[in-house]
C-alpha cells in the first residue's frame, strides 16, 4: 500500500516528460471512426504547417494559442492530439468547448471516445464508467491525475464553475454572448488560478468586427505560413488572387459563352502562379511547398502564439475542386460569404447593410416585366406569406426556380377588421389561387406562412386560420431575432397556444439579411429577384425601413436590425415570410430546388418530343386582379 501511495505521489509531483505534443502524437495517436479521412497513425508530415501549432502547447512559453483557419486543415484533429497529450503526458483538470450542447455531445461520442479507445496509451488511463459513475459520462472523463470535460458554450454555468487548467475552444466563432457575459472571458477566469494554464481557440471566421477567433489572432503574434516557390524559391504567402484557371474558347480564340452570355470556365485547368516569377504550380508543386514552409510572424511574442491558414495549404482540397467551390459559391451573397469564412479562411465585411430603394425601382421599370397573363417558366415552386397588420392582411406570392431566383407574382392587401372572418375568408381563396407558366404548366402555391404576432385576439383567428389547413402546408410563423449564424427555419415547433397549433419561430435576422442580399443583385440569374413594373414606389421604401446597426452587448459588439422610426416594413418581412416558407419546404419536405428545376425540365423535354407537330398549349389563366390600393402613398 505505501508502494502504491509513493507512486502515485511521485506521479503527481514529477515534471511532465520532455516531449512535444507533435511527437507524441505521432507516436501514439490513431485515426479512426467516419470523421477520420485517411484512417491509420497519424503522421504530423502529412499536415506540416500543424507541427508548430500542436508544439505551442507543450512550450512553457505560451499561455494561449488561436487558430484561425479554414475547414479541411485538421482543426479537429489537433485539439484531440492536444487533448490526448495533456491526458497522457502532463495530466491535469481541462475542459473542451463546443458552440452548443448537442455539439458537445456529438464530439464526445464520435471523436474524443474513438481516439480514447483506438489509442492504447490513452485507454489504459481513461477510466471506464461503471454503472451510475459520475465521474465518467458522456460530457466527463477522469483519467489518473485529471479529468476532461466537454462544454456548452451557451451554458454559463459550465465556462464558470470549477477550475480547469486547460481549456480547448472549437469553432469559437459560432459563440454567442451569454446571460453572463462574454463566453471568452468565462473560459479565463475558469483558469485564472494556475500559473501554467492554456488555453486553445481554434475555429474558422465569421464577420468582420465581431468574429471571436478574428480577435483572438489580432491579439496573439499573427504567425502566417510562408511557402518557397518550387521554381524561383520566393517566399510567400499563399492567396486567393494568386490561383488562375481558364476560360472555355472556340477554335479560332474567340471566347465561349453560355446561355446566359457568361463565359465558360475550366475548373480542371486550375494552378497556382507564383507571385514573382508567375510560374503556374500544380498540386504536387503546391504541396511539395507547404512541406518546405515555415511560420513568420508579424508582431513580437508575448505570451499567445496565434496562426492563420487557408484551404490552399490542405492536402484534401485540390486546386480543381478550390476553384469549382468558388465559381459555384459565388453566384449567391449568401454561398460566397460561406467560401470566404470556410475555404479562403478569412473574416466577411458586408459591402452594404440596406438596400437602395431608388436603385431597386430603376431596376424594376426597366425590367418591365408582368406577371400577366402567365408567369415566368422558370418559377419552380410557389410559395405565399401573410402578414398582420391593424386594418388588413398582407399578402404575398413569390415563385421560386434555379439557384433561388424568385419571381414577386402577386401582392394584395385586405383591407378590414382581422378579429372578423371576413379578410381572412378573402385571404383563403387567394391561397388556392393556381397559377400558369408560360410553358403550360400549372401550379399551386405549395406552402404558406401566417405571422401569428397581431393585435390581441387576432393571434387566435391566425391559429385557427392555420389549423384548419394544416393539411394544405399552411403554416403558422412567429419572428423572432436569433442572430445571423442560425438557420432561418427552426428544427422543430411548438405548440404552446390557445388552440394547440403547431407554431414555428422563424429566424427574421437571417431571412431579412439574405432578403437585402439578393435584393442587391443587378444581374437576372442566380439569386436576383423579379417584380411586376406595376409597383409603386412606397413598395419599394419599404425595402429601406431596416438597416443592420452594429452596437455593443456587455462590451462584445453585435449586428442586429434597426427599423427607422415611422416607417413601413411589410415588403421586406413578407420576402422574408417567403423565404422562410421555402426553407420550410427544404426541411420538412427535403425540397430540393435545382433538382425540382432540372425533373422539370426533362418533363417538358420528354413531353415535347412526344407531342404531334400540330398540337398547341391550353389557353393559359389570368392571375387575379391585384389591387391597387396602397395606404404609403
Known amino acids: 500500500m505505501l ?31 467516419p470523421a477520420a479521412a485517411e484512417p491509420g497513425p497519424w503522421r504530423t508530415d502529412r499536415v506540416p504547417y500543424t507541427r508548430e501549432i ?39 483538470s481541462m475542459m473542451i468547448v463546443q458552440d452548443s450542447l448537442d455539439r458537445a455531445r456529438d464530439f464526445s461520442r464520435t471523436r474524443l471516445d474513438p481516439m480514447i479507445e483506438d489509442s492504447p496509451s490513452l485507454r489504459d488511463i481513461v477510466m471506464e464508467p461503471k454503472g451510475r459513475d459520475p465521474d465518467n459520462t458522456t460530457l466527463r472523463k477522469t483519467f489518473r491525475g485529471g479529468q476532461v470535460t466537454i462544454a456548452s458554450a451557451q451554458t454559463p454555468g459550465d465556462l464558470s464553475s470549477r477550475p480547469k487548467r486547460v481549456i480547448l475552444a472549437d469553432e469559437l466563432g459560432r459563440y454567442e454572448n451569454t446571460k453572463e457575459g462574454d463566453p471568452v472571458a468565462l473560459m479565463r477566469k475558469r483558469a485564472s488560478n494556475f500559473w501554467n494554464k492554456k488555453f486553445g481557440f481554434f475555429s474558422s471566421p465569421a464577420d468582420k468586427g465581431t468574429c471571436r477567433i478574428e480577435q483572438q489572432y489580432n491579439l496573439g503574434d499573427r504567425r502566417k505560413y510562408w511557402v518557397p516557390c518550387p521554381d524561383c524559391g520566393h517566399h510567400q504567402v499563399l492567396k486567393h488572387a494568386n490561383v488562375v484557371w481558364d476560360k472555355l474558347h472556340d477554335e479560332d480564340g474567340n471566347l465561349v459563352l453560355d446561355a446566359n452570355g457568361k463565359a465558360v470556365h475550366l475548373s480542371e485547368t486550375a494552378g497556382y502562379a507564383c507571385e514573382k516569377c508567375g510560374s503556374v504550380w500544380t498540386d504536387a508543386k503546391r504541396h511539395l511547398a507547404v512541406r518546405c514552409g515555415e511560420w513568420r510572424a508579424e508582431r513580437p511574442f508575448k505570451g499567445h502564439a496565434s496562426f492563420w491558414l487557408s484551404a490552399l495549404y490542405s492536402p484534401w482540397v485540390s486546386l480543381a475542386e478550390y476553384v469549382a467551390e468558388f465559381l459555384e459559391a459565388k ?21 452594404g447593410e440596406t438596400v437602395d430603394q431608388d436603385e431597386l425601382y430603376r431596376r424594376v421599370r426597366a425590367e418591365n416585366w408582368s406577371p400577366t397573363p402567365t408567369i415566368p417558366a422558370g418559377v419552380a415552386v410557389i410559395t405565399a406569406a401573410i402578414d398582420q397588420q391593424v386594418d388588413r392582411l398582407e399578402l404575398e406570392v413569390i415563385g421560386w426556380g434555379r439557384n433561388k431566383e424568385s ?66 402546408r399552411v403554416w403558422a410563423i412567429k419572428g423572432d431575432a436569433k442572430g445571423f449564424k442560425n438557420p432561418v427555419w427552426p428544427l422543430s415547433y411548438s405548440k404552446r397556444n390557445k388552440g394547440n397549433v403547431p407554431l414555428f419561430v422563424i ?119 391585384v389591387r391597387p390600393a396602397d395606404p404609403y402613398l
Open 3 to 33: 508502494a502504491l501511495i509513493r507512486d502515485a505521489l511521485c506521479r503527481a509531483i514529477a515534471p511532465p516528460a520532455k516531449t512535444t505534443v507533435s511527437e507524441w502524437a505521432d507516436a501514439n495517436r490513431k485515426l479512426s471512426g
Open 54 to 92: 500542436m508544439d505551442a502547447f507543450s512550450n512553457p512559453a505560451v499561455h494561449t494559442v488561436s487558430w484561425m483557419a479554414a475547414s479541411q486543415l485538421a482543426k479537429s484533429e489537433i485539439l484531440l492530439n492536444v487533448a490526448g497529450y495533456f491526458i497522457a503526458i502532463d495530466p491535469c
Open 331 to 351: 453566384k449567391l451573397p449568401g454561398t460566397l460569404k460561406v467560401f470566404t469564412n470556410t475555404f479562403m479562411g478569412e473574416t466577411w465585411e458586408e459591402t
Open 407 to 472: 419571381w414577386s407574382l402577386l401582392w394584395v392587401q385586405i383591407f378590414g377588421d382581422t378579429l372578423l372572418p371576413k379578410v381572412w375568408e378573402e385571404a383563403d381563396e387567394l391561397l388556392k389561387t393556381r397559377f400558369t407558366t408560360s410553358d403550360g404548366r400549372d401550379l399551386p402555391i405549395k406552402a404558406a406562412v401566417v405571422d401569428t404576432g397581431g393585435q390581441e385576439g387576432a393571434s387566435d383567428m391566425a391559429y385557427a386560420f392555420c389549423k384548419k389547413r394544416w393539411f394544405r
Open 507 to 625: 429566424n427574421v435576422d437571417a431571412g431579412k439579411k439574405t432578403v437585402t442580399d439578393h435584393l442587391k443583385i443587378e444581374v437576372p440569374g442566380p439569386g436576383f429577384v423579379h417584380f411586376p413594373a406595376d409597383r409603386p414606389a412606397s413598395y419599394f421604401r419599404q425595402f429601406a425601413a431596416e438597416k443592420i446597426v452594429t452596437r455593443f452587448k456587455r462590451g462584445f459588439p453585435i449586428k442586429e436590425w434597426h427599423q427607422a422610426s415611422g416607417m413601413p416594413n411589410e415588403a421586406l418581412d413578407l420576402h422574408g415570410y417567403n423565404y422562410a416558407a421555402l426553407c420550410g419546404l427544404e426541411r420538412r419536405l427535403r425540397l430540393d430546388l435545382d433538382r425540382e428545376c432540372d425533373r422539370i425540365e426533362r418533363r417538358q423535354k420528354a413531353r415535347r418530343e412526344s407531342a404531334p407537330a400540330a398540337s398547341r398549349p391550353a389557353a393559359p389563366v389570368a392571375l387575379p386582379p
